[in-house]
T-cell receptor
């Protein structure tokens, strides 16, 4: 099956710094990529959706200026947590698909996740 | 929003037993997918069932879909300790429920 990687796997940073997380599709071109956040023992919460060549669409309550998403190419999306604070500590998961999002389409391929801890 | 709600929230069984998890959703879907997540790890796609399908098999997995009841079930037969994980269902949109945490004891 398709493979999605994330880098780094985990990161610890000081409050106020910015952290960049990369999401790559390794063997397919990802037209659409998604970013999720998951708190311990909670479900995945969709943060934003980005289609290659257009700006990301953020879910309600997600600050676009704090969580910068760049779908730089068909194989790479980055999430930058700007001026991170302890409450941003979470497990961030990306997913990708090889076609533009539509309800009729099928599987998302998930990355392994990045654990962010802000001290 | 279209949110999958899994039931039960947690399930503990012995190896070799079958595990059944249920999922309900609120609005119409084109397909429904089941994923598993090991603790602190990413999600792994298990199976997709389309709205015009009633049952689908994949190895030890059996998924049913009842669109009239807006519900789906995932059956894992002959469970193994390695099946211990959280299981999520998600419809055509991208909203996940809290999942069912399955613990399979040796």
């Amino acid at each position: 099956g398709a493979v999605v990687s994330q880098h780094p796997s985990w990161v610890i940073c000081k409050s106020g710094t910015s952290v960049k997380i990369e999401c790559r599709s390794l063997d397919f071109q990802a037209t659409t990529m998604f970013w999720y956040r998951q708190f311990p023992k909670q479900s995945l919460m969709l943060m934003a959706t980005s289609n290659e060549g257009s700006k990301a669409t953020y879910e309600q309550g997600v600050e676009k200026d704090k969580f910068l998403i760049n779908h730089a190419s068909l194989t790479l999306s980055t999430l930058t947590v700007t001026s991170a604070h302890p409450e941003d500590s979470s497990f961030y998961i990306c997913s990708a698909r090889d076609r533009p999002w539509s309800p009729e389409s099928g599987t998302q391929y998930f990355g392994p996740g990045t654990r962010l801890t802000v001290l | 929003s279209q949110q999958g709600e899994e039931d039960p929230q947690a399930l503990s069984i012995q190896e070799g037993e079958n595990a059944t998890m249920n999922c309900s959703y609120k609005t119409s879907i084109n397909n429904l997918q089941w994923y598993r997540q090991n603790s602190g790890r990413g999600l792994v796609h298990l199976i997709l069932i389309r709205s015009n399908e009633r049952e689908k098999h994949s190895g030890r997995l059996r998924v049913t879909l009842d669109t009239s009841k807006k519900s789906s079930s995932l059956l894992i037969t002959a469970s193994r300790a390695a099946d211990t994980a959280s299981y999520f269902c998600v419809g055509s949109t991208l909203t996940f429920g809290k999942g069912t945490m399955l613990l399979v004891s040796p």
